[in-house]
């Protein structure tokens, strides 16, 4: 039985291949997009799930309160991780994770790689399989290192690394250690990466910062206990945070932050290591909003929807164009349910058929898709036998409901009626303009999106960031300690070069680099009773000139001024927002004004005043900021200013003449628009996502849309040819084919725009500069929507009035 249903369904397939193969695309598309989504979203959730300690690894972060929402930071003081270890009950191990520079050295032989130092626990904690070596206590003395499988065979190729000494660079500083482990390379869906692990003690200054809670560079991870619970740790948490005087309550009063439901100004809390992927505050550069991937899985399922509607339209249409073969079946013994088995088999055939032709259009985009969104999505992952049960158990389900309507309204047809051909298409109207018009709901609401998310991330991109990225080289410096001779040796170097206009150095990148590396410095002081807190930025001569920033009072550092470098006074220069936490309103009665900040340390002069810039991205709030003139080593990028028509030739001119000053830096420069560009990447790719689904939902409803009016027209051929003898014009019958759809189309049009304005709008609220959902917005999707839908119709409806009446009305 199973066989003739089966071999049945496939000689109706063939009949009317047209339909099918409307069905086929339609539904391979959806699947497509709904592989490749799925594989994305699997992907991002996946992060540090492999952990076996994962649901009891947790990150410590500070909070604290605005008006406007929580602030969160990651960075942790040096005796953090020990201490919360020893105070906190429930806290089993813990482990700071600070990025220390770069570089290990072995028989004279270098390489670049980036070091991480943690404490023991670090392998305790993390499931990161040890390969050879000590195994149990890896960093068991101060001496050791820990080389990632990569690191071991690039410095030591074949040899057996275990045992050797060798030495790492440690805030630049050279240091002697022995190999005591190789560890397997991070997972890609790790949030810590590593390359060369050491203990924190072998920084050079931990003799000062052991006990120093005021310098705070680093995130700091804590294993609780199996019977112990986040809250009982956070009641402990905010007695170490009195205990210790981490927080200055009036500080933090004056600089207008609130108490939080424990009364507390600052606490400190914890966040599950496997959510930080999904914190872009403490997730890093690789982090990613939840809502971001839910919208993605909800954009499968309209997609999805759609392709459905038009399999229940296209299938209930054609129904009537099968009502005889129907009541001869039940005429010659058929039953109900015998009829709608039959006709369900087709629905499962097409629907095996979309998966099969998915799935391989699937690995034919894999590759430019993982290139697209720099993922590392695999096919393989649909192979596991769980993902591909529930595949075939999803296209089962799906073809059930949207197969099983059409069978089961054809499989009550009634057997007189339809002999005598009273079964009429008005019975499937309502239904058919409902699902047309909830399939246009959708494509507009997908078009509203696409044109305010895309209107967002550009205004990101193109936003004014206080100064020009045009034609500045970033060049990150391998040894920073060395950073002024560079910058002056290629000063000396190019400056003959009639393209090169300025050079200077930074603490900090303007954007992300080559090197792929973000930093923040920050510093908090109260004077005379006021809360000030200053992003710091540590720079070189001509910074404000490279970076065309002009000061709006007082003046750049300058190498006419001795006081810019007298170790008696620290010259600053500061932001406006800065100024203004003095209550100073003017900017050049700022100019002179001076300050300590610690008693112990020479005050601060303020010589220049300059317009508040965006030193990090616009996801973030553009703090104030002050900058300080630094000769004695130390800055890690090297700003180039150039003039050139020829930037890709020029950029290699530069980086090859930085290169015969540090011959062994691999990193390469990069133009600071590139660099500014990488802080958008992820909604870039995200906006292109919703572009390409977009485009694919509007696809598929007018594949849908084309495919039912071509049955319409051939429904009411007899009718057309009427209309034409009796002297309608080609207009006249054009427009009244195609009313019925455009008042679908504007009847979604009208549903979909509160509905998109009001989500689109909750949305915009997460940025911290935003553009609004105008309302020309979802005019224009209302307008392109309805184009698509006249074109989309206008083609079948021209071709019908068009069409030789003779043909249509021969047989009566």
Known sequence: MIRNYLLTAWRNLQKNKFNAAINIIGLSVAFTCCILLFLMVRHEFSYDSFHMNGPRLYQVYENTRRAEGDD???????????????????????????????????????????????????????????????????????????????????????????????????LAEWKAVTVSAVIADPPYNSTLKYNILARTEIRPDYPDRKNNWNSQDHPVFVQLAPTASVVAAEKDFRALVKRHNLADSSFLRTRGFLKDEHGDYFSLRLELLSDVHFDQKLGGSDSINKTYLYTLVLIAIVVMVIACFNFVNLNVARSFTRAREVGIRKTIGADRRQIYFQLWAESLLLFLAAVAIAVGFASSLLKPFNDLFTEKLQLSTLLQPAVLSIALAGAIVVSFLAGGYPAWLVSRFNTVEVLKGKVSVNRSSLLRNGLITFQFVLASALISGTLVI???????????????????????????????????????????????????????????????????????????????????????????SVLGIKPVAGRDFSRDYATDTSSKVTNVIVTESMARQFGIKDPKEAVGFSFFVDSSAPKWNIVGVIPNFHLYSMNERMNPTTLFLNRRGGLSYLFVKVRTQNPNVTLGLVQAAFHKLEPDNTKAASYLTENTRRWYEKESRLSTIFFSSAFIAVLLSCLGLFAIVSLVMEQRRKEIGVRKVLGATLFSITGLLSKDFVVLVAIAFAISTPVAWYFLHQWLQDFEYRTDASWWIFGLAGVLTLAIALVTVGIQTVRAALSNPVKSLRSE
């Open 454 to 544: 895309y209107r967002q991330f550009t205004h990101l991109r193109t936003a004014s960031l206080g100064y020009t990225t045009e034609s500045v080289i970033s060049i990150p410096v391998r040894s920073p300690e060395n950073s002024q001779r560079y910058a002056d040796e290629l000063r000396m170097a190019l400056g003959s070069q009639p393209w090169m206009e300025a050079i200077t150095a930074s603490s900090i990148n303007i954007g992300i680099g080559e090197d792929q590396s973000m930093s923040h410095s920050n510093t908090g002081f109260t004077y005379k009773g006021q809360g000030i807190s200053t992003a710091m930025l540590e720079v070189d001569y001509d910074y404000l």
């Open 72 to 170: 969160r930071a990651e960075s942790m003081a040096v005796p953090a991780a020990p201490t919360f270890k020893k105070e906190v009950a429930g806290v089993i191990a813990s482990t700071g994770f600070e990025t220390a520079g770069a570089g290990i050295r072995y028989k004279g032989k270098e390489v670049y790689q980036g070091l991480q130092l943690v404490d023991p626990d670090f392998f305790t904690m993390f499931s990161f399989p040890i390969v050879a070596g000590n195994a149990t206590t890896p960093l068991a003395s101060v001496n050791d290192v820990v080389l990632s499988r990569t690191t071991a065979k690039a410095l030591f190729g074949n040899e057996d690394p275990v045992g050797k000494a060798v030495e790492i660079r440690a």
